[in-house]
């Protein structure tokens, strides 16, 4: 009898051991789930924010827009004022959520209180800027990297800066 119980204790214990962690596998294919997870909840963040914290250019602000419109496979509308930047992004053909820019860069903060704003759209609306935001969106961003296209011209006493926005997404800029 010593014998065989001996046998069920090696047979008992062998099976213990057998089934104490996860495979290789077990392991790789979790962290994988993990990872997509987490890039997942990292694009959905609020992308917005990322502008408010870097020091960018006008133009730059722009063509980050036009890659987040890519990255997320969602038009996105510009809508402005002398004081605000507004940006709404559309799903599905309906505004779903607004974004807005705030202060940082608005025209009246990153070029003076006397500056003046006249913005022509491919469409060929112009628009000059005042203190209301615009009902109509200036500029339309899509996900395959094109845009509504518009020329923007910035001027105050001292400077004028003329932004060429074209539909392909190229922009261009000159400073006088």
């Known amino acids: 009898m010593?014998?065989?119980?001996?046998?069920?204790?090696?047979?008992?214990?062998?099976?213990?051991?057998?089934?104490?962690?996860?495979?290789?596998?077990e392991l790789i294919v979790v962290i994988l789930i993990m990872g997509i997870a987490s890039s997942y909840l990292m694009l959905n963040s609020n992308i917005f924010l990322s502008?408010?914290?870097?020091?960018?250019?006008?133009?730059?602000d722009l063509s980050f827009?036009?890659?987040e419109s890519m990255l997320m496979g969602n038009s996105i509308l510009w809508h402005a004022s002398l004081d605000e930047n507004v940006f709404y992004m559309i799903k599905n053909d309906t505004k779903y959520e607004r974004q807005d820019l705030g202060q940082r860069t608005s025209f009246?903060?990153?070029?003076?209180?006397?500056v003046t704003v006249i913005i022509q759209t491919g469409d060929g609306l112009e628009f000059q800027l005042n203190d209301e935001v615009t009902?109509?969106?200036?500029?339309?961003?899509?996900?395959?990297?094109?845009?509504?296209?518009?020329?923007?011209?910035?001027r105050n006493s001292e400077f004028l800066?003329?932004?060429?926005?074209?539909?392909n997404g190229e922009i261009s800029?000159?400073?006088e």
């Open 2 to 25: 010593d014998g065989l119980e001996g046998m069920e204790r090696m047979l008992i214990l062998e099976i213990g051991t057998k089934n104490k962690g996860f495979t290789l596998i």
């Open 51 to 60: 502008i408010d914290q870097s020091d960018r250019s006008f133009e730059e």
């Open 65 to 67: 827009i036009s890659e």
């Open 108 to 114: 009246r903060e990153r070029y003076s209180d006397d």
């Open 135 to 154: 009902s109509s969106p200036i500029l339309a961003f899509y996900p395959s990297g094109e845009n509504s296209g518009a020329q923007i011209e910035i």
């Open 161 to 167: 800066t003329k932004i060429d926005i074209k539909q």
């Open 173 to 175: 800029s000159v400073h």
